[in-house]
């Protein structure tokens, strides 16, 4: 029996993406250490002791042994022991350092400072498409000890710890593993709420999820991407207008339903490509697109590369694209048309 399919988990079993390697902080005394701006998502857990964690100049958040976090890319961060410690370049004492766990403070055994240890990974995204698709992340994430999404983490703090303090076979692939995990319960926390201030909406794709028409709008179309579907046909499915689906729709996710659409059949056609047992033809039609040649210009058009050289060098659609990202202009295509909500997309 076939799974059911889920917009989450679509573009999760989507994704291209590298992890890195997980590496620790171990912390002592008065401590502060400032990273910059960075490329890909960071993903992280408190396995003892506390410290103050704030992202991109905003208010700091307290976590304790058990909380996990997620920062989103393009944001710079601050992890202190304290509030008044001045704080030191993290990707210079990281650099410095031969250990795979950072050690900082006074040594074990000469304080009677509380120890604070931290364990993280990065997750760095290949395809410019799944970046836009998670634009709308807050820069924090804190999945707090007690809440759901923490629940099902706190069973393999005990193995993220082991994987950091010693190289054993099978480390890499571990450590990846691990970290896809954690990245995929931050991003359930993200779109049970957690991350928004004062309980609003988040913005962006994964605070769309919680509506329950568009949600359930993005499931359609996640579930029969190859339809060719209007903005109407959309609106009459979830019980509203098309004016009033169309509005809501690009309010939420911040694209219009059929931007959106496109968008997500060249990922999902991009993946397809990847794997390199199918022609570019078979692909096309698939998704719904009438001929291979619709296609293309579609595929250039999101990734900015041809699907033929997307298939031997996916990569390269990272360099094309994320230019500039997450501020990426989102226009209506050309072959879209979003009046009468056609589309050879």
């Known amino acids: 029996m076939q799974s059911p399919v889920d917009p989450l988990s679509d573009v999760l079993a989507s994704l291209n993406v590298r992890t890195g390697s997980?590496?620790?902080?171990?912390?002592?005394?008065?401590?502060?250490?400032?990273?910059?701006?960075h490329e890909h998502i960071k993903i992280g857990a408190v396995l003892d002791g506390s410290c103050w964690l704030s992202a991109d100049g905003a208010e700091p958040v307290r976590l304790e042994a058990g909380d996990c976090f997620l920062l989103a890319a393009r944001e710079s961060f601050v992890f202190s022991g304290d509030l008044d410690t001045p704080y030191r370049s993290g990707e210079e004492v990281y650099r410095t350092s031969d250990s795979r766990v950072v050690r900082i403070g006074e040594p074990p055994g000469t304080t009677d400072q509380e120890r604070t240890l931290i364990v993280g990974s990065s997750v760095h995204f290949l395809d410019a498409t799944v970046a836009l698709l998670l634009d709308g992340l807050p820069p924090l994430v804190p999945i707090l000890v007690g809440t759901p999404q923490a629940k099902a983490i706190q069973p393999l703090l005990g193995v993220f710890l082991d994987e950091v303090s010693a190289v054993r076979l099978g480390t890499c692939v571990m450590s990846g593993r691990l970290t896809e995990i954690l990245f995929i319960q931050a991003l359930r926390a993200v779109v049970a709420g957690a991350?928004?201030?004062?309980?609003?909406?988040l913005p962006g794709w994964l605070g769309a999820l919680r509506d329950p028409r568009i949600g359930r709008a993005l499931l359609l179309m996640h579930q029969q991407a190859g339809r060719p579907w209007t903005v109407a046909a959309l609106g009459a499915q979830v019980g509203m207008s098309r004016a009033s689906f169309a509005a809501r729709?690009?309010?939420?996710v911040g694209l219009p339903p059929l931007v959106y659409l496109q968008r997500w059949r060249i990922?999902?056609?991009?993946?397809?490509?990847?794997?390199?047992?199918r022609t570019v033809a078979?692909?096309?039609?698939?998704w719904g697109y009438s001929s291979e040649t619709a296609f293309s210009t579609a595929f250039k058009r999101v990734t900015g590369i041809s699907p033929a050289h997307y298939r031997g060098a996916p990569f390269e659609a990272v360099a094309a694209r994320l230019d500039g990202w997450p501020s990426v202009p989102f226009r209506v295509p050309a072959d879209v048309d979003e009046r009468t909500g056609s589309s050879d997309a």
């Open 22 to 37: 997980l590496s620790g902080l171990e912390a002592w005394g008065s401590w502060a250490l400032r990273f910059g701006v």
């Open 249 to 252: 729709f690009k309010e939420l």
């Open 195 to 201: 991350g928004a201030p004062d309980g609003t909406a």
């Open 282 to 286: 078979s692909v096309a039609a698939e």
């Open 267 to 277: 990922l999902a056609a991009g993946r397809e490509l990847r794997r390199g047992e």
